[in-house]
Structure formats: structure tokens, C-alpha cells
């Protein structure tokens, strides 16, 4: 059953109670079928005073048209180098085919739209051509390409048909109710919607029927709109009679604009409506409990539809683009312009787009901001919470006065000065708990960002259990032992939460911590299992941000599973949700492109790797300043990947200028001058300057040592890089000494299963073996090789040249 055909059989009804059971029934067949039934129906009902004759012209009309039904002769078809396969649709303006090229030339799949002629009825003075031939011009990624333009002629007569680009997707109304997509999915969807309209109209088009059905979303999601134009021929032919008006109005009704349910003439702004509708349909299909989530973000969505589809053009927006401002505000928490604006609205939104845990300056604005928020919300003792806000404004004050050079002898001030200033501050404060902890909080999240984790920690302590931030202190104090790498404290602090009490938010922390602590425990796939639990609650909140780390973390396991191939796609899905959700110069996209290069350097594409962290490098310098510790990483990474296409002398030049940017800003002090000296020593050692080496190796270590102390895996890496240094140079016995000591003091952190006790073995079976002691160095390399082999695989280039090293021990011990 086709709609004209449902409409016949539901106008002849003789009550509203009976075309309602009616729509019931044909609802179990076709939702789609049954929702535009019912707006025809509402339409037919909406006549006025005529409506008894109204009815009787559309049923008389749409009688007419299941007698005149034209589709089941066409299939199989062909129409010039076109053969109709398949009828793909059907509705009451046209029938739509998949088509496949007959001519030999290439094959190709298009659809054609073959044109109900009793609306557009073939003349000699037909204008189709010249409407598909304007449309044709209409070259857009989200508009559906018109390839051509032809008649048919069949057994009753004749009809236009326009040939199309097959789009493989389906229509919006299916696509809202299998995917479920998120809010923000569908307001980008509505934004490219608005981009291709605008383009359109900036060409003098019209679309002039635009609904779901004729919005298909590909399998990339993307919005691709169809029909552009056509519906407009109907209104410039000469056959079209009143009758056949009023039926191409029923069909379009509920997404239709005012002035073209009248008959009036259209404009943008009749397009503009239509697309207000059709937002208002998608919102209603996919977030129905919406304003139980966000107020806030209800009224400005609903403001948005209120003003796009405002009776009088007048009071719509002035275009589209106008529209596609303000959904773009929505997505950007920015405020929009349907909504009177106030200066607590714009607070509220500007609260909103501040990251709290970024920087001193943004901790104290939001605490200043969501302090007084609370306050005027709830209404207590107003004089007190005057005085409170004064408080912390005077504290701000105070703060920033320290970031002035004049106030340091004309010398610029550190960022870690800075924050220390204010935690010293912070201690004479004179407010109330509620405030202070706050402050405490939020201060030791901009300390553990800069990298003062006792500081951080300090702060942490005082702020009781009892407090009502108990969860965010907790949190936090385990992301600070995991930078710290104490495994053992953070995984016992997780363990006294319950993740089933704790807030969405802080659940997505839970499980990125455990996956990250079993990652440093070398259990790859139970760090794999937790990032599941983690992405469910990711995707379902949206957390586009998370989404990205979590991609990352995989990227990670991976890594050290040996599986090149997984590690790719998770990267590249990492990439793809970035770029999606963030844009090209965002921070997101950056973390997504190291993982990126991470995985094509794992699977052996330096060349690849090489661009993607040039690219990087790019980004990084386009939003960073000159010498920030994020450009030094991405230097430090290029040159790894130089050596990875034995490329030393300019792997050595990249870590030098990585090592003296992080020593000029930020002295010794910081994991990058560790790590770089690190990646320099490696550089040295396969260029055999091997004092050049040591001496790299014996700063990473020493720095390590100190920053972090002597039993951080940082360090013992380390210690286990300037041993093998030694071993390389020919200090056979000086390695040996370096590497027992750090593997006496592994075997107290790890398991030995475990692979970094596996690594040491590695290494001190290879000092063994140079040594002549064929037994140990057999002993240590066997045990590396078996740990290897279930945590990396046989296929591992670790593991392959542990095993090189054990055969060597093998032959030698057979004489």
C-alpha cells in the first residue's frame, strides 16, 4: 500500500474514530507511512468551512491516482543507457528506482525519480528540463547530484523522470529511530543541513518540500538532501489544477510552510520553516525526556524552533545561515540569539565553555562564578554570601597581582610560581568550608596539571572526607599516584569506591583509571575490558573528549599486544572523532594524530608516521606558545621516528632542541627532559658515540631519580637504558652492576610474569651473554622469552630479538 492509496481508503472513513483505528493498523506496517497519513488526514481536517468538500476533491484525487498507478510498468524498464531494477519507493508526488548503466561504457548504479505526471504533466511547454538543468548546477557535498532529465513514455502516457546519484543511506525518520543518534549528532546533521540550503539559496534555489523523507542520512551519517527543486515544477506547469494543488499541499503538511499551504508565492524563508519542522521532529524522536537532562539547553532549542517557525516570515530568522548560527552557538555553549539575552544567561553559558581544571586563572573564575551561581540559586542569608563572594574576588585580586613582572624586578613569573603563590594565599583566606575546599580542589587540579604533585597532594589532604567533594578529591588523588606511577596506592584508592553510587562523570573516571593502572601492570586485556565499560558510558553521555583518550588508551594495549592491525583502526577511529567533533586545530585532534603515528610506526610506515607528526608539530605551534613542553614532545617524537628510518643525525638534532626547549622553561624538573634525554641516548648508541650515549642515558636517569625518585619505573627504565648503553660501548661489567640493581628493585614492584621484569631479563641476559656467563644469560632469556610470548606474541619485534640473543646462548652452550 502506497500513501495516495492509504489516503483513499482513510478519507472515505466516515468518523475521526475510525481513521484513527485505521492509522493504528497501518502503523504496525509502516511508521513512516502512518505519520505522513496522519498529517494528511490533519491537513484535510484543517480545511475550514469547505471541509466536507475538501475531503471529497482529495479523495476524489487520490482515488484517481491508485487507478492511474503507473510503477509496476516501468519496472525492468529501460530508459536511454538506464535499466530500472528496482522500485526503491514510492509516494504520492513520484516513484523512485535503483537504475544500473547498460551502455558497457562503466558500470554505475544511479536512482531515478520518475515524476507522477498527473502533477507534473508533460507539454510542449514543459519547464522540467530547465528546473533539473538549475538544480544539476547545484554541486554540494550534502545536495544529491541531478545527472540528467528525460520523458517515459508507458501504456497511459508519458512522464518526467530525472536521473539522480544513488545515495546508499536511509531516510531521517528511519535513521532517528535504528541509530538513536545523540544530541549533538543530530544538531551537526542539522548544521550541514543549513550549509547545503544556504549554498542553494545563495544560487536562487529553492528546495520547496523539504521533510524527513527527503532527507537521507548516508552510512557516514551525513545528511544528503534530495528533491532539490522538483517540488516547485508542479507550481510552473500548466496542467496542474486546483485539485492537484491542494493534494501536493496535504502531502508536504506538517513540514510545510504557512504561505505555502495557502498557495502563496515561496522564498528562503519558507525553507527556513520547513527545516525549524524538521528539527522539531527529530528532537521529538530522539530525546523525548530531554528537558529532565538540561533546562537550559531545552529552552534554547525550543526558542530556536519557536523563531524558525514563526507564522509571519517577519519574525523567522533572516536566512539560514542565521539559523545555523545559532545551532552552532548551542553545540559551542555559546549564547544564541533566540533567547532574550541577559547577563546571568551569558554568564551561565560562558561558566559552561571554561575547562575548570586548565589553568589558576579559569579554577578561580569558575569557583568564583559557580559559588555565586549556588548562592543566588538557593537563596541563603544574601548579606553572608555577599561577603563571601567579596572574599574570593579579594583573593583573585591578590593572585593575579603576583603574575606582574613589576612585582618580580621586571622578571617574567612561572606558571608554578604563580599557583604556589596561591596556595600560600589560600591558607590565609578567611572564608566559609564551602569555599575553601572548593578552592583547595581546584588549585590542586591546576598543581598536578603543571606538575607539583606534593603540592597538589597537600592541598588534597585538607579537604575532609566528610566534605560533599569527597568523590572529586578521591578522584583526583589517584590521577595524581598514577602520574606519580604508584600503581599499588591509586588502585587501592579506586578499590574503596563503588562505582555503581558514583556519578556518570566520575564512573567514566573510575574506569579509565583501572584500565590505565592495568595497562602499567602489563594485563593489555583487562585494561582493553575496562576502556569498554568506560566508551559505553562515553558515548552515552556524550563525552566526545573521553571518547578520544579512550581510543587512545587502546591504541596503547595494542601496542604492547602486538596487534598492529587493531591498533591502527583504534587510531583511526580516534582521528575520525576528533575531526568530527572538535575540529582541525584542536587539542583533541592533536592526542587522536600521536596515537595515529603510534600505530603506522608499529606497523612499520615510518614514512606515514613521519607526516602524520609533522602535522602535528604544525598544529601544536599554531596553538601553543613557542616554548610549551607539548611542542617538545611532538620534536622528541619526530626524531624517534628519524630513527626509526635510520635517520640519526636528524633524530639527534630534534631531541637537542626538545631537551633545550623543556630545560629552558622548566629546568630539569619535568618528564619531557627525562624521556628526551632518553630518546637522545638511544639516537647516539645507533650512531655508536657511545660517550655521547652515556652521558644522555646518565641525565635521564638522574633527573628520573630525582624527580621522581629511585624506585619509579621512569627511573628504572632509565637505569636500565644506561646500562645497556654500557653494554654497547664494551663496559660489559659497568652494565651489569647498573642492570642487577635495577632489576633487584623491579622484582619488589612486579609480578615475575610480568613484562617489565621481562624487559630487564632481557637485557641482563644480553649483558650475560657478552660476559661469557652462556648459563645465566640462557636462564634470563628464556624467562624474558616466555613472558613475551603471551603478552606480545612470537611476532614482536621485542620478542624477536630477545630470541636472536637466546639462540646465540643455545649454540654457544651446545659447544
Known sequence: ??????????????????????????????????????????????????????????????????????????????????????????????????????????????????????????????????????????????????????????????????????????????????????????????????????????????????????????????????????????????????????????????????????????????????????????????????????????????????????????????????????????????????????????????????????????????????????????????????????QVADFMVEVFKAADPESYDSNPISAQDLLLTAKNKLQTLNASEQVLHRLQLQLASALHGVGEYKHSLDLLEQIPNSSSLYVNKHLLTVSVKLDQSELEPALALLQQLNPEQLSEHSRLKYYLYQANIAHFNSEYQQSLDWLKQAEQIARQMPQYSDLVTIKNYEVANYIQLGNAAMQLQAAKEAEVIAKTHFGESSGELITALHSLQNALASNEDYEESGVVLENVLRLKKQIYPKDHPTIAMALNELGSNYASLEQYDKAVEQHQQAIQMIEGRFGQKHIDYIYGNAYLGNAYGFLQQHEQAIAAHQLSYSASEKFLGPDNLVTLNALNNLGRAFHEKGDHQKAKTLVETGLEMARKQFDEDSLRLALFKATYGSILLALNDVAGAQLNLEQALTVMKNTLGEAHTRYQRTFEKYKQAQQLSNG
Not at 468518523?15 to 497519513?37: C, D, G, I, R, Y
Not at 519496472?75 to 504520492?92: E, I, K, N, P
Not at 546533521?189 to 540550503?197: F, H, Q
Request: hydrophobic share 45%; aromatic share 6%.
Open 1 to 390: 500500500m502506497n500513501l495516495y492509496e492509504a489516503f483513499a481508503d482513510a478519507i472515505a472513513l466516515p468518523t475521526a474514530e475510525q481513521q484513527q483505528q485505521f492509522l493504528v493498523m497501518l502503523h504496525e506496517q509502516s511508521k513512516e507511512l502512518a505519520q505522513q497519513l496522519a498529517q494528511m488526514l490533519k491537513a484535510a481536517a484543517d480545511a475550514g468551512e469547505h471541509t466536507l468538500g475538501v475531503k471529497h476533491i482529495m479523495a476524489n484525487t487520490a482515488a484517481k491516482w491508485c487507478a492511474a498507478d503507473f510503477s509496476a510498468q516501468l519496472s525492468g524498464m529501460q530508459l536511454d543507457v538506464w535499466r530500472l531494477d528496482q522500485l526503491l519507493a514510492q509516494g504520492g508526488m513520484s516513484a523512485v528506482y535503483l537504475a544500473s548503466r547498460q551502455d558497457g561504457q562503466f558500470e554505475q548504479q544511479v536512482a531515478i525519480k520518475v515524476l507522477n505526471p498527473l502533477i507534473y504533466p508533460v507539454s510542449p511547454q514543459t519547464k522540467a528540463f530547465d528546473e533539473a538543468g538549475l538544480c544539476a548546477r547545484l554541486h554540494h557535498k550534502a545536495i544529491t547530484t541531478i545527472l540528467d532529465a528525460g520523458v517515459v513514455s508507458f501504456n497511459d502516457g508519458q512522464a518526467h523522470y530525472i536521473v539522480m546519484e544513488y545515495v546508499d543511506g536511509q531516510p531521517l525518520s528511519d535513521w532517528l529511530t535504528q541509530k538513536k543518534p545523540d544530541i549533538t549528532k543530530l544538531l551537526v546533521l542539522i548544521t550541514e543541513l543549513c550549509d547545503a540550503l544556504h549554498f542553494a539559496h545563495t544560487h536562487q534555489v529553492i528546495h520547496a518540500d523539504l521533510k524527513p523523507a527527503n532527507i537521507l542520512v548516508d552510512t557516514q551519517g551525513h545528511a544528503r538532501l534530495i528533491d532539490f527543486g522538483i517540488s516547485q515544477l508542479q507550481h510552473n506547469e500548466q496542467g496542474t489544477d486546483e485539485q492537484v494543488q491542494l493534494y501536493v499541499r496535504a502531502l508536504s503538511c506538517g513540514f510545510a510552510s504557512p504561505e505555502q499551504m495557502k498557495g502563496e508565492a515561496l522564498s528562503t524563508l519558507s525553507d527556513l520553516f520547513s527545516l525549524g519542522k524538521v528539527l522539531e521532529h527529530a528532537l521529538t524522536a530522539i530525546a523525548p525526556e530531554l528537558p529532565k537532562h538540561n533546562k537550559l539547553y531545552y529552552r534554547e532549542l525550543q526558542a530556536i524552533i519557536h523563531k524558525a517557525t514563526a507564522i509571519e516570515p517577519s519574525q523567522r530568522y533572516l536566512s539560514i545561515r542565521d539559523l545555523q548560527q545559532d545551532i552552532t552557538a548551542v553545540l559551542q555553549k555559546r549564547p544564541v540569539t533566540a533567547i532574550k539575552s541577559s547577563g546571568l544567561y551569558r554568564l551561565h553559558k560562558f561558566v559552561l565553555r571554561q575547562p575548570w581544571l586548565t589553568a589558576l586563572a579559569t579554577t578561580l573564575v569558575t569557583a568564583a562564578i559557580g559559588f555565586g551561581l549556588t548562592l543566588w540559586q538557593h537563596n541563603k542569608v544574601l548579606q553572608q554570601e555577599r561577603q563571601m563572594a567579596d
